[in-house]
């Protein structure tokens, strides 16, 4: 199994550019988590998905973020403007149901001009 | 929400000396604590877990304990050596929701 898998694993864009970042859930799993991470706030929830569908999306931190989930083995975490304070680590997990270890993706590591 | 701290934030200790890194948790309805290990640039993994009906599990040098009427877990590492540095986070999770604590930096001094 490949594991959890993220693209663009590095990206650098310009102040009000719209960013797009990609998973690839382990295959039969079930729920599908988006976090970010950075220095000054950690690990942080931003969504999470159950059998395709949002579940909880109360740590989304503003309406320039959007996240999909079209099908069991695609999502995705868009955000539209961005903004330096977006420049972070974003990593997505998944699980077999709610109660099982989660796996995490590479990361895509986000900076913002 | 669930609210985790950890304790210490940095630790540096000799190679073959043990580590401890403490976690309390706010929700009583947490039920499943995985300790994750990060290294440099990589994604988080997860090293040993335990669930509310267990006190301790042990996985070689690695061990942790759970206390829910204090509502505190800590993970030991035992015999620590230099592959042993890394960050280390607590986490405890509400039936769907895993809350992390802060971060710990272990650094394993030769």
């Known amino acids: 199994d490949a594991g959890v898998i993220q693209s663009p694993r590095h990206e650098v864009t310009e102040m009000g550019q719209e960013v797009t970042l990609r998973c690839k859930p382990i295959?039969?799993?079930?729920?599908l988590f988006w976090y970010r991470q950075t220095m000054m706030r950690g690990l942080e929830l931003l969504i999470y998905f159950n059998n395709n569908v949002p579940i909880d999306d109360s740590g989304m931190p503003e309406d320039r973020f959007s996240a999909k989930m079209p099908n069991a083995s695609f999502s995705t975490l868009k955000i539209q403007p961005s903004e330096p304070r977006d420049s972070a680590v974003y990593f997505c997990?998944?699980?077999?149901?709610?109660?099982?270890?989660?796996?995490f993706g590479p990361g895509t590591r986000l900076l913002v001009l | 929400g669930e609210n985790v701290e950890q304790h210490p934030s940095t630790l540096s200790v000799q190679e073959g000396d043990s580590a401890v890194i403490k976690c309390t948790y706010s929700d009583s309805a947490s039920n499943y604590f995985p300790w994750y290990k990060q290294e440099l640039g990589k994604r988080p993994q997860l090293i040993i877990d335990?669930?509310?009906?267990?006190g301790e599990k042990k996985d070689q040098r690695i061990a942790v304990t759970l206390n829910k009427t204090a509502k505190h877990f800590s993970l030991h590492i035992t015999e620590t050596q230099p592959e042993d540095s890394a960050v280390y986070f607590c986490?405890?999770?509400?039936?769907?929701?895993?809350?992390f604590g802060a971060g710990t930096t272990v650094t394993v001094r030769a």
């Open positions: 986490a405890a999770r509400d039936d769907y929701k895993l809350s």
């Open positions: 335990i669930r509310s009906n267990v």
């Open positions: 295959s039969g799993h079930d729920y």
């Open positions: 997990a998944s699980s077999f149901a709610s109660k099982e270890t989660q796996y």
